[in-house]
Nanobody, 127 residues
């Protein structure tokens, strides 16, 4: 069992920064792919970023819309994954969800690939 709790969301001006945190409990993070998704009002949930350890190699993936602005990282000692968001834009406004995939044989870029989800944290970027 994996329980996820996001934190760090809030209101920020365009061009500002936020760091989201996702604390995990129940199982070690060492065997999981952890990702971030977001969902804006009236839109489908979108992949944002993921961090995975596959074949003993750490791999990072980012959506094109956030490359160069967002950074995903993982602290195994704290069982926490982070999403550092810089140069925020109004279009980044959404509820951000932390998720875990325990079986990623088919990949981890779709929300259907993940089987554990946090409650979400609101990020609002004002113009």
């Amino acid at each position: 069992q994996v329980q996820l709790v996001e934190s760090g969301g809030g209101l920020v001006q365009a061009g500002g920064s936020l760091r989201l945190s996702c604390g995990a409990s129940g199982r070690t993070l060492s065997t999981y792919v952890m990702g971030w998704f977001r969902q804006a009002p009236g839109k489908e949930r979108q992949f944002v970023a993921a961090i995975a350890i596959i074949w003993s190699s750490r791999r990072l993936s980012y959506a094109d819309s956030v490359k160069g602005r967002f950074t995903i990282s993982r602290d195994n000692a704290k069982n926490t994954v982070y999403l550092q968001m810089d140069s925020l834009k109004p279009e980044d406004t959404a509820v951000y969800y932390c998720a875990v995939a325990t079986n990623y044989a088919s990949g981890y870029l779709r929300d259907a690939d993940y089987n554990y989800w946090g409650q979400g944290t609101q990020v609002t970027v004002s113009s």
